[in-house]
Every structure is written in C-alpha cells, then in structure tokens.
C-alpha cells in the first residue's frame, strides 16, 4: 500500500514539474490517505438511501472496443470514479486511485468479498487518455484477477453527456493565449453504485476513504444477500 502512494505521489509531483512554474502553499493531504479517524460503522447497519439512478452512454474499453458504461454497473456493486491520467491535484485523480486500489486490496483479501465488486475508473481526458494510455496507466494498480475496469471514450461527443448525467463538472484550463494547457479544473466525484444501478453514495475529496467506502460496498452486498434470501422463502 505504500509503494501505491509513493507511486501516485512520484507521478503527481513529475506532473506538476511539468506544469508553468507558480508559487504555491504546501499541500495538505486528504483524509483518504491517512488512516480512519474514527471506528467505520459496521457493514449493514446503516442504511444508503438512494440518489438517483447511473446514467448509461458509449464508452471505449482498454481495447478500443465500443461499449455500453451499463455494461460495467448492474450485476454487482460497483465503485465509479472519474479521473484523467495527467491531473496534478494529488487530493484529486491520485487520490480516487489510491483509495480505490486500497478498497481493491480490503475486498480482495476477504473471501465474503473476493469478486463480487467492481470498480471502474473512466477517464474524461479522451485527447490523451486512448484506451492504449488507460490500460497502462490501469496495469500499475489493478491486481491480478480483480474486476478493475478502466474507461474513456472517442470524444466530446459521447463523453460531455456522461459528464453532465453526473453533475461531473470538469473544465480545460488555458493560458492568457487562449493555448490549452493540457490540464483540467474538476471536483472528484466517486460514485457507489448498487445492482439495480441505483447510485447509493457521493464521495468528495473530504469523504473519501478506503474504509468507508469498503464497507458500503459491503452493506449494498448484505442488503442484496437479504433480499435475495427474502425473495426465497416459501410464500414470496
């Protein structure tokens, strides 16, 4: 886990020593990156309400084959998350993928858990991040035989739709020339989506957490294992 955050922090910080030379405080880290500050309630014994239902579009996968996002979301928990590969904010796109590969390692390492969720990180940087840059960028944190799906698209055309059904908000930065600078503003949005692809959880960059997170993906499978024994029994 910690050569996952030294890796993330290396990339992160070569971006920047790419990016215009500005003087800036120091960085302080999220709270995904520390440890929880507090016992996380048990799984299943709270409730997630839903909030709203996980938009659907065309998406790429890292072959380049076109694909439905609804492929991805449905058939079991899943944890969605927006990024692109080059962002510079280490409390953003860094940060979604170290809690994510964090929650990979926690439900990989459980045999109640082991495959039976998913997470997707999809990219809105389609200029850059073809499926050949997201794979590899996929390849460095995704374990052997976890359902880990990296995303991106052919363009504005398909992406903007997805971004807005999520009240993703990204915009390109430019400089006084009106020259794209090849980085983006954006808030982090993770999404916890359950098998009936309602979503169930919005983490931010204040909220996200391995812990939390792990354990609402195993509240949703609880919830659907108690459904499932209910729709079971005699006289349902």
């Not at 926690?106 to 991040?129: E, I, W, Y």
């Amino acid at each position: 886990m910690r050569g996952t955050l030294f890796l993330l922090i290396w990339a992160w910080s070569a971006a920047a020593l790419c990016a215009p030379h500005q003087h800036k405080p120091p960085v302080v880290l999220a709270p995904g990156y520390a440890p929880l500050e507090f016992i996380a309630p048990e799984p299943g014994s709270y409730g997630l309400p839903t909030m709203g239902v996980a938009a659907d579009g065309e998406v790429l996968d890292s072959d380049g084959n076109k694909v439905r996002l609804h492929d991805f979301i449905g058939d079991k928990p899943t944890v969605l998350s927006f990024i692109f590969t080059t962002c510079d904010d280490v409390n953003g796109c860094p940060l979604a993928t170290y809690v994510m590969r964090s929650v990979q390692d926690a439900l990989q390492a459980d045999p109640l858990t082991a495959n039976k969720a998913r997470l997707v990180s999809f990219s809105f940087d389609p200029l850059f991040d073809t499926p050949g840059v997201i794979d590899a960028y996929g390849a460095q944190f995704r374990a052997d035989g976890f359902d880990w799906q990296f995303l991106t698209t052919e363009g504005a055309t398909t992406l903007d739709p997805i971004l807005s059904a999520y009240d993703q908000w990204v915009i390109r930065d430019y400089d006084t020339n009106g020259e794209y600078m090849g980085t983006m503003s954006h808030i982090l949005r993770v999404f916890l989506i359950d098998e009936s692809r309602r979503i169930r959880n919005i983490y931010s960059t204040s909220f996200l957490h391995a812990d939390t997170v792990a354990n609402d993906v195993r509240s949703l499978l609880i919830e659907a294992q108690a459904h499932s024994n209910t729709t079971t029994e005699p006289g349902h």
